[in-house]
C-alpha cells in the first residue's frame, strides 16, 4: 500500500501524521513558517521552525515526485505498454532516482541500434540466445539474414541481437539501481591534471593526482574538482571500484551475468553472451551509473554548500548589534582617500566627508584633526572601519584619533564592507540617500552595520554578503530559496520596529512583500508614526490575512499599548486580560514584573483557542517584552604591533574574530589581512564533528599561533590555549590541511571567485566585532579550504 505524503513527512521528522496535515494545510494557505512556528503551537503540536522548514522542503520534493510520476504514467499509457504490474512499481517508487529508472525503457528516445534492430525482427533471436546458451549463435542468426531488412548476414543479426541484449541489461530498473549503489559504496573520484596545465591551474594542485572514495569526498572538495574540470584543467573519472581488477570480468559484469542468467557453462551461446554483458558494462551501464553518481555528487556537495551558507549568514545577521549610538563609518581607500560618513543615533546621515592620510597624499594630522572635528560636533561612541584595502593602516589612523582626542571616548571597530559596493550602486541606495555620492553610501552602510548589522543586510541580496562555498557554483534556485528563508527567520524571530524599519527590512516581515512595504513607508511618511498595530489596518492592501500575518512580528515601541512592543499577537490580547484581571493589576505595572508574572500558573487562562504552550509563551514575553534574542555587542582587541604575517610568530597568543567556520575548521581574523585557520582538529582536546558546535562567525576568542607560512600566506592556529608542548609539525600540517589530509581543496593564489588560497585568506574583508563582526569570511578563500 502506497503511504500518502503526510505520512511519509511525518515518519521522516518522526512526528504524528495530524501534526503534518496541520502545518501542510496552514502552509497551503498562505501562512509563513515563522508565523506557524510562533503563533500556531496549538495547531502544530509544537513544530518548531527547523522541522517545519524540512516539512516545507520535503513537501516540495515529493509534490514535484508526484507530478513526476503522473506525468510518467501518463507518457506509458499512451503507448498502450501499461499493465497492473508496472503500473504498481511505479506508484512504488519512493524518489525521482527510483522512479526515472523504471521509466527507461519506455522514456520517448531517438531511434537506437537496439530499436531497428526490433523493427528488423531481431528481437526473437535475442530472446532465443538468451533464453537457451546452447544454440549456436552463428547458425541461430543464418535464417535472420535479410538484406531487405537492413541485415545482410547473421554476423549482422547477432550485432543487432547485441544492441537488444545490451539495451535490456542497461533499462532494469532493479538492477541499475543496486548497481548505482554497489559502485557509490565502492567507487571512488580520481582528478588528473590535464596536459601542460599544471602552471595554468596551480590553485588545483593539490587534485593534479588525487583519488577519494565517493562516501569520504567532503563537499568542498567535490565542488573544487568539478571546478577544475569546468576550467579545463584538471580531467576526472569516475572509478566503480577503489581498486579496480587488472583484468576478467569485475563484479559488477557479474552481477549482470547472474541477473539475467548468463554463465559460462561450456554452451554454444555462453561466450556470445558474456561478451555481450561485457558490453553492456563498459558502453551503456557503467557510463548511466556515472552520470548519476555525479549528478549525486554534486548535488550532496551542492546541499551542503547552501547549508553552510545558511548557517553562516544566520550568524551574520543574528550578530550582537551595536545599537542606537552616533557611528562613524570609515571606508577605506589610497588613492581616492577614506571616504567618511557620521550617522546618528537613529541611522540617519548627518554628515560626509573624505580625507587623505595615505599614500600619496599622506595628511595624516589633517585628517585626523577633520574626524575629531565630526566626533565632537555629533557626539560620535564608535567608529565602525572598512574591512578593504587599506582597513590596516585606517584602523591605525582610528588608533592615533583616540590617543590624541581621549576625551570624546570614541571605541574603534573592524567591521566587513562584504557587499557594501553593491548596496551603494542599488536603486534603493539612490532611494534612500539621493543626495548623498556613490562613493560616501558604502561608508554610510558601514556605519549603520555596527548599529544593527540585520536591518542593513537585509538591504543587499544575501548572496553578495559572501559566507558562501563555491555560492557561484550552486543553483540559483536552491541557493536563494536557503538564503531568503534564513533572512526570514532572522526578521521574524528578531522583530522589527514599524516606525523605524525600511522597505527591505519589511519586505522579510512574515506575510508582507515587497510592495505592502512600500505602502507601509509611504503610510508612514504621510500620516506620521503608527501609534497601535491596528492602525496597520489602515495601509492600502494590507488586508485581515496579512495583518495576521505580520502583526506579531512588527513593534511599536512606546505606542498607546504597551503590548504592541511586544511579541504578543494581537488576536492573543483577549488573553492577556484575563491575566491581568487575575493579577489584579494593569499591563504597565504587570509588564516586566518578573516576580509577580511567575506566580501565575499557565493552565489557568488556557482555552480552547489559545493552548498552554501560547499562554506560557505570553508570560514569558510579559516578562521581556520586545527582548532582542541577539548576544550583547563587544569589539574584540587587535595585539598593538601585529599587523603583517612578519609579525606573526609561534606560540603568539592572540584575541581575534571567527569570520567563518567550514566544514574542517574555522577561520579567525587576529588583525593582519589574512585570516588564520583552526583545524578542526585543533578545537579542543576532545573530538569535534562540526566546528560550529565550538565557535561561530562573530565569536570573539583567544587563539595561540602555531605556525606561519609566509610564501604561501598560510596561518596556523589553535584553540587549545592549554596545549604548550602541541607539536608544531603536526598541527601546522592539520592547519593547513597539508598535502591530501582530511580537507583539501585545492592550492596556489586565490581567485576572485572562490579558488586558490592556502590555510589563511587576503584580508581585503575582515571583521573585528564579537557577534557584529559582519565578517564575510572566505570571499577570496582558497581551494585547498573549498570555500565560496
Known amino acids: 500500500m502506497t503511504i500518502s505524503i503526510h505520512q511519509r513527512i511525518a515518519e521522516e521528522l518522526g512526528v504524528r501524521e495530524r501534526q503534518v496535515q496541520a502545518a501542510v494545510e496552514l502552509l497551503d494557505g498562505g501562512a509563513t513558517v515563522p508565523f506557524i512556528a510562533r503563533y500556531r503551537k496549538e495547531a502544530t503540536e509544537m513544530l518548531d521552525d527547523a522541522q517545519l522548514r524540512t516539512l516545507e522542503d520535503r513537501l516540495r520534493y515529493l509534490r514535484e515526485l508526484e507530478e513526476r510520476r503522473a506525468a510518467i504514467l501518463e507518457s506509458i499509457r499512451s503507448q498502450g505498454k501499461l499493465d497492473d504490474a508496472l503500473e504498481a512499481q511505479i506508484m512504488a517508487a519512493d524518489s525521482k532516482a527510483r522512479l526515472e529508472d523504471i521509466y527507461l525503457p519506455y522514456k520517448p528516445k531517438r531511434r537506437t541500434k537496439a530499436q531497428i534492430a526490433r523493427e528488423a525482427g531481431l528481437e526473437p533471436l535475442a530472446d532465443l540466445l538468451l533464453s537457451d546458451p546452447s544454440h549456436d549463435p552463428h547458425e541461430s542468426a543464418a535464417p535472420y539474414a535479410d538484406a531487405e531488412k537492413g541485415v545482410p548476414d547473421a554476423a549482422a543479426a547477432l550485432e543487432g541481437a547485441r544492441a537488444i541484449l545490451i539495451e535490456r ?73 577503489e581498486a579496480p581488477a587488472e583484468d576478467g570480468p569485475n563484479g559488477y559484469e557479474v552481477r549482470i551475468a547472474r541477473h539475467f542468467g548468463v554463465a559460462d557453462r561450456g554452451r554454444p551461446a555462453d561466450r556470445w553472451l558474456l561478451d555481450t554483458v561485457r558490453w553492456a558494462w563498459r558502453t551503456r551501464v557503467l557510463v548511466h551509473l556515472g552520470i548519476d553518481l555525479r549528478m549525486r555528487l ?121 557587499g557594501a559596493s553593491v548596496y551603494s550602486a542599488s536603486a534603493y541606495a539612490s532611494q534612500e540617500l539621493p543626495g548623498l555620492d556613490v562613493s ?74 515587497s510592495g505592502l512595504a512600500e505602502n507601509i513607508v509611504q503610510h508612514r511618511d504621510a500620516n506620521g508614526p503608527f501609534r497601535s498595530r491596528r492602525a496597520l489596518k489602515d495601509v492600502p492592501r494590507l488586508g485581515p490575512k496579512a495583518f495576521e500575518q505580520c502583526a506579531g512580528f512588527l513593534r511599536i515601541p512606546g505606542g498607546d499599548d504597551p503590548l504592541d512592543a511586544s511579541s504578543v499577537h494581537p488576536e492573543a490580547y483577549p488573553v492577556v486580560r484575563r491575566i491581568l484581571d487575575a493579577a489584579r493589576t494593569d499591563i504597565k505595572t504587570l509588564i516586566g514584573n518578573t516576580a509577580a508574572l511567575r506566580t501565575l500558573e499557565p493552565a489557568r487562562f488556557a482555552d480552547d483557542t489559545f493552548g498552554l504552550p501560547t499562554v506560557t509563551d505570553i508570560l514569558k514575553e510579559l516578562e521581556k517584552p520586545g527582548r532582542d534574542p541577539r548576544p ?50 585543533a578545537m579542543s582536546r ?79 574583508d575582515r571583521g573585528a566585532t564579537g557577534g557584529g563582526a559582519l565578517a564575510e569570511a572566505l570571499r577570496k578563500a582558497g581551494l585547498d579550504k573549498g570555500l565560496k
Open 440 to 513: 560616501l553610501r558604502g561608508a554610510v552602510s558601514i556605519a549603520r552595520r555596527l548599529q544593527d548589522p540585520l536591518a542593513e543586510l537585509v538591504k543587499i541580496d544575501p548572496k553578495s554578503i559572501g559566507v558562501g562555498q563555491y555560492q557561484h557554483d550552486v543553483a540559483e534556485t536552491k541557493l536563494s530559496r536557503s538564503l531568503d528563508a534564513v533572512v526570514e527567520d532572522c526578521v521574524n524571530g528578531v522583530g522589527v520596529d514599524v516606525n523605524t524599519a525600511s522597505a527591505p527590512l519589511l519586505t522579510r516581515v512574515s506575510g508582507i512583500g
Open 686 to 764: 576532545n573530538f569535534v564533528k562540526d566546528p560550529r558546535e565550538v565557535v561561530k562567525p562573530g565569536d570573539i576568542v583567544r587563539v595561540k599561533v602555531l605556525d606561519v607560512d609566509i610564501p604561501r600566506k598560510r596561518i596556523s592556529l589553535t584553540l587549545r590555549l592549554e596545549d604548550e608542548t602541541e607539536t608544531r609539525g603536526r598541527s601546522g600540517q592539520s592547519g593547513q590541511d597539508g598535502g591530501r589530509d582530511r580537507n583539501r581543496g585545492g592550492g596556489g593564489k586565490p581567485d576572485r571567485r572562490g579558488g586558490g588560497g592556502g590555510g589563511g585568506r587576503p584580508r581585503q
Open 298 to 418: 554534486w548535488q550532496a556537495a551542492e546541499d551542503e554548500a547552501v547549508r553552510v551558507f545558511a548557517a553562516n549568514l544566520r550568524d551574520l545577521l543574528l550578530a550582537a548589534p551595536a545599537g542606537t549610538r552616533p557611528t562613524m563609518g570609515l571606508d577605506p581607500g589610497l588613492r581616492t582617500g577614506v571616504k567618511v560618513a557620521v550617522v546618528d543615533a537613529t541611522g540617519k546621515v548627518v554628515a560626509t566627508e573624505t580625507i587623505y592620510p595615505h599614500e600619496p597624499r599622506r595628511r595624516w594630522d589633517e585628517s585626523i584633526e577633520v574626524l575629531a572635528r565630526l566626533a565632537g560636533a555629533h557626539g560620535v561612541e564608535l567608529i565602525a572601519i572598512g574591512n578593504g584595502t587599506a582597513s590596516r593602516e585606517t584602523d591605525k589612523l582610528a588608533g592615533d584619533l583616540i590617543k590624541r582626542h581621549p576625551g570624546l571616548g570614541l571605541t574603534k571597530v573592524v567591521v566587513s564592507e562584504a
Open 169 to 241: 541489461f542497461a533499462e532494469d530498473a532493479d538492477l541499475i539501481g543496486s548497481l548505482r549503489e554497489q559502485m557509490w559504496t565502492r567507487g571512488r573520484l580520481v582528478s588528473r591534471v590535464r596536459d601542460d596545465k599544471q602552471e595554468a591551474g596551480a590553485k588545483f594542485s593539490d587534485y593534479f593526482d588525487f583519488a577519494e572514495p565517493f562516501t569520504k569526498l567532503p563537499s568542498h572538495r567535490v565542488l573544487a574538482m568539478f571546478r577544475g574540470e569546468k576550467e579545463e584543467v584538471l580531467t576526472l573519472v569516475l572509478e566503480p571500484e
Open 632 to 681: 550583547a555587542f563587544r569589539a574584540a582587541t587587535f595585539k598593538e604591533g601585529v599587523e603583517t604575517l612578519a609579525d606573526l610568530s609561534p606560540g603568539m597568543l592572540l584575541e581575534g574574530v571567527v569570520t567563518n567556520v567550514a566544514a574542517f575548521g574555522a577561520f579567525v581574523d587576529v588583525g593582519v589581512h589574512q585570516d588564520g585557520l583552526v583545524h578542526v582538529s
